[in-house]
């Protein structure tokens, strides 16, 4: 049998779910098939410290879901309670928490959004049906009974962590890390840094090669013995996996500045970031030679079948429970060490149906799919006005941040490939997500960008957020009869503001003030310059009148009199009011 939607999305990962509501709330149809038997990939899995730098520098449906978030725990526990205050206006929230409000969002869609799980996508060439470069229809299992269904799509959303239906499809995709000499990037290719200290020269060659950054579980840990499951001896435990650890705090030896009250217990292994109702979200340490990420074993993962993935995932799983183990039990270490390590474990409240621990690898990178555009570190780092994408689709901002590669390497200050390198606020273009070489289909979590460029787009929010313009693009591509890669961009970005978009970051301005649309369409068009100041209030100048004016070919405002806000405005509705060719020669000006 062959189902038909307006939108098939491959993933029930937050960007696929984003992409679904954009769509459906439009009034069409789409489907999400996931493989597992819950949506919501890492938020719902454990992550549930978000990954943003600047709060506000993304925004629609991202925001929506953060916003519910805190209403949740307001209208749960109180708008005073300890709960509120620790989930950070939404930032931080159970993993229980996150899949209840997505699934709140999906469920509020009604008929316009299905959600079927235990579909496994195979990433093979015979399971998808194209027409030319045309994607038409995939095949999937259906993983309890192993019948094929056939889904056929207008337009197709891969939402996959591991990009599956891109490469099936036949874009072509990046795998492992480019040169330093490729991009000119920082901490490219083979890279050594003690965490929160200098590089080290001498081991940093900056050599490409095909390594992938390491994946671990993000864990819900909690000291409340009320709601606490024991963490026992996985059957699969190797004692001499573990053994380093217990040198390593002898000797206080860390991977960074020796820190011995943070490293004195559960934190030499894990790093914690608190959640409410007396959790935390468990990450890897990355100041720490051992902990709960596992480089190098994961290397085949992004192209490797669903029996190989589904091996590794028990692998790592034993691993990391037998890390924990050893830190409780094990006599090489203190006992004052071990008994610290003994307050936590995993939340009961927590995973109920997979024995209290995470359904989802934290599959940090995977496949790169190459698309219309390549984001590289530069487009972090560059100013607006260097950098600027005519054809944004989110802001977004985080640092470039990539875990170990290699295992510990004898006499290496680091594990290879750790960094974290500061950016500022930037706009990622439409392009990212459109892959090279097929047709209606869109990429908005395996990314175009180079493994430095990738390792700040892979954050949840600007997943939301992709995932979002990808639904819109697919709404305004069927509302004008073009092509996912054809889209009108300028109206793309429209409807992204009118649902509350941020695509261009200023601090002094958000979705909902006035003016904030003109300000959006003209910041990305280089009219405010390279700050992040908008000063809408402010009276406009002399000097950026006759510019703003001559720019947008606008002689009839030349003597406006008002605010900054205003003129922009002003300026925003008569580039409005023209013809479709004069916006397009507008558009194609300012962008050359």
């Given at each position: 049998?062959?189902?038909?939607?307006?939108?098939?999305?491959?993933?029930?990962?937050?960007?696929?779910?984003?992409?679904?509501?954009?769509?459906?709330?439009?009034?069409?149809?789409?489907?999400?098939?996931?493989?597992?038997?819950?949506?919501?990939?890492?938020?719902?899995?454990?992550?549930?410290?978000?990954?943003?730098?600047?709060?506000?520098?993304?925004?629609?449906?991202?925001?929506?879901?953060?916003?519910?978030?805190?209403?949740?725990?307001?209208?749960?526990?109180?708008?005073?309670?300890?709960?509120?205050?620790?989930?950070?206006?939404?930032?931080?929230?159970?993993?229980?928490?996150?899949?209840?409000?997505?699934?709140?969002?999906?469920?509020?869609?009604?008929?316009?959004?299905?959600?079927?799980?235990?579909?496994?996508?195979?990433?093979?060439?015979?399971?998808?049906?194209?027409?030319?470069?045309?994607?038409?229809?995939?095949?999937?299992?259906?993983?309890?009974?192993?019948?094929?269904?056939?889904?056929?799509?207008?337009?197709?959303?891969?939402?996959?962590?591991?990009?599956?239906?891109?490469?099936?499809?036949?874009?072509?995709?990046?795998?492992?890390?480019?040169?330093?000499?490729?991009?000119?990037?920082?901490?490219?290719?083979?890279?050594?840094?003690?965490?929160?200290?200098?590089?080290?020269?001498?081991?940093?060659?900056?050599?490409?090669?095909?390594?992938?950054?390491?994946?671990?579980?993000?864990?819900?840990?909690?000291?409340?013995?009320?709601?606490?499951?024991?963490?026992?001896?996985?059957?699969?435990?190797?004692?001499?996996?573990?053994?380093?650890?217990?040198?390593?705090?002898?000797?206080?030896?860390?991977?960074?500045?020796?820190?011995?009250?943070?490293?004195?217990?559960?934190?030499?292994?894990?790093?914690?970031?608190?959640?409410?109702?007396?959790?935390?979200?468990?990450?890897?340490?990355?100041?720490?030679?051992?902990?709960?990420?596992?480089?190098?074993?994961?290397?085949?993962?992004?192209?490797?079948?669903?029996?190989?993935?589904?091996?590794?995932?028990?692998?790592?799983?034993?691993?990391?429970?037998?890390?924990?183990?050893?830190?409780?039990?094990?006599?090489?270490?203190?006992?004052?060490?071990?008994?610290?390590?003994?307050?936590?474990?995993?939340?009961?409240?927590?995973?109920?149906?997979?024995?209290?621990?995470?359904?989802?690898?934290?599959?940090?990178?995977?496949?790169?799919?190459?698309?219309?555009?390549?984001?590289?570190?530069?487009?972090?780092?560059?100013?607006?006005?260097?950098?600027?994408?005519?054809?944004?689709?989110?802001?977004?901002?985080?640092?470039?941040?990539?875990?170990?590669?290699?295992?510990?390497?004898?006499?290496?200050?680091?594990?290879?490939?750790?960094?974290?390198?500061?950016?500022?606020?930037?706009?990622?273009?439409?392009?990212?997500?459109?892959?090279?070489?097929?047709?209606?289909?869109?990429?908005?979590?395996?990314?175009?960008?180079?493994?430095?460029?990738?390792?700040?787009?892979?954050?949840?929010?600007?997943?939301?957020?992709?995932?979002?313009?990808?639904?819109?693009?697919?709404?305004?591509?069927?509302?004008?009869?073009?092509?996912?890669?054809?889209?009108?961009?300028?109206?793309?970005?429209?409807?992204?503001?009118?649902?509350?978009?941020?695509?261009?970051?200023?601090?002094?301005?958000?979705?909902?003030?006035?003016?904030?649309?003109?300000?959006?369409?003209?910041?990305?068009?280089?009219?405010?310059?390279?700050?992040?100041?908008?000063?809408?209030?402010?009276?406009?100048?002399?000097e950026d009148r006759a510019n703003w004016t001559t720019w947008a070919n606008?002689?009839?405002?030349?003597?406006?009199?008002?605010?900054?806000?205003?003129?922009?405005?002003?300026?925003?509705?008569?580039?409005?009011?023209?013809?479709?060719?004069?916006?397009?020669?507008?558009?194609?000006?300012?962008?050359?």
């Amino acid at each position: 049998m062959t189902y038909e939607f307006d939108a098939v999305i491959v993933g029930g990962t937050p960007a696929g779910i984003m992409a679904g509501i954009a769509v459906a709330r439009a009034g069409r149809r789409a489907v999400i098939l996931e493989r597992n038997g819950h949506i919501g990939g890492l938020p719902a899995n454990g992550l549930g410290a978000t990954d943003i730098a600047t709060r506000g520098a993304t925004g629609g449906l991202f925001l929506e879901f953060v916003s519910r978030i805190k209403e949740y725990y307001s209208d749960t526990y109180g708008a005073d309670s300890q709960q509120v205050e620790l989930c950070s206006d939404g930032y931080r929230f159970e993993p229980r928490v996150a899949e209840m409000i997505l699934l709140g969002m999906i469920a509020e869609c009604g008929d316009g959004l299905e959600v079927r799980t235990l579909r496994q996508f195979n990433p093979e060439p015979q399971q998808v049906i194209k027409d030319g470069a045309a994607l038409r229809r995939i095949r999937v299992i259906e993983r309890e009974s192993g019948d094929e269904e056939v889904y056929a799509g207008s337009v197709f959303v891969d939402a996959t962590y591991e990009g599956d239906l891109a490469a099936a499809a036949g874009a072509p995709y990046m795998l492992g890390r480019e040169g330093a000499d490729e991009y000119g990037e920082p901490c490219a290719g083979k890279f050594y840094q003690r965490w929160r200290a200098p590089v080290d020269e001498r081991y940093s060659t900056g050599q490409g090669d095909n390594a992938i950054q390491s994946y671990n579980y993000r864990l819900p840990l909690t000291t409340n013995k009320a709601n606490m499951r024991r963490i026992g001896k996985p059957a699969t435990y190797n004692r001499d996996e573990y053994l380093s650890l217990a040198e390593d705090v002898r000797l206080n030896r860390f991977a960074g500045p020796p820190t011995p009250l943070e490293f004195d217990g559960i934190g030499a292994i894990t790093n914690m970031v608190r959640l409410p109702n007396d959790k935390v979200d468990g990450n890897n340490q990355h100041a720490a030679f051992i902990s709960t990420d596992l480089p190098e074993e994961n290397w085949p993962y992004p192209t490797a079948s669903w029996d190989w993935r589904d091996r590794f995932a028990l692998r790592l799983r034993d691993y990391i429970l037998g890390l924990f183990y050893f830190a409780q039990n094990d006599e090489s270490l203190p006992a004052g060490f071990r008994e610290r390590c003994n307050r936590w474990g995993l939340s009961l409240d927590e995973f109920e149906d997979n024995d209290n621990f995470p359904r989802q690898i934290y599959v940090r990178e995977g496949r790169r799919i190459r698309g219309e555009y390549l984001f590289t570190a530069h487009d972090a780092l560059s100013k607006r006005h260097s950098r600027a994408h005519v054809t944004s689709i989110t802001a977004s901002h985080y640092a470039l941040d990539s875990h170990a590669c290699l295992k510990r390497e004898a006499g290496r200050p680091h594990l290879d490939g750790f960094f974290s390198h500061r950016t500022t606020p930037y706009s990622v273009p439409y392009g990212v997500i459109v892959p090279l070489e097929v047709e209606n289909l869109l990429i908005p979590v395996p990314a175009s960008g180079t493994h430095i460029g990738f390792s700040t787009l892979r954050m949840e929010p600007c997943w939301m957020a992709l995932g979002e313009a990808a639904g819109e693009a697919i709404n305004v591509s069927l509302d004008e009869g073009t092509s996912a890669r054809g889209v009108n961009v300028v109206e793309l970005q429209r409807r992204l503001l009118e649902a509350g978009a941020v695509l261009s970051y200023f601090e002094d301005a958000a979705p909902g003030d006035a003016h904030y649309h003109a300000l959006q369409f003209f910041g990305l068009r280089g009219f405010l310059g390279a700050g992040y100041a908008a000063d809408l209030d402010e009276p406009v100048s002399d000097e950026d009148r006759a510019n703003w004016t001559t720019w947008a070919n606008t002689p009839e405002l030349a003597i406006f009199s008002g605010t900054r806000g205003q003129l922009l405005d002003r300026i925003y509705t008569v580039a409005s009011e023209r013809s479709d060719a004069e916006q397009a020669a507008l558009y194609a000006q300012v962008e050359g």
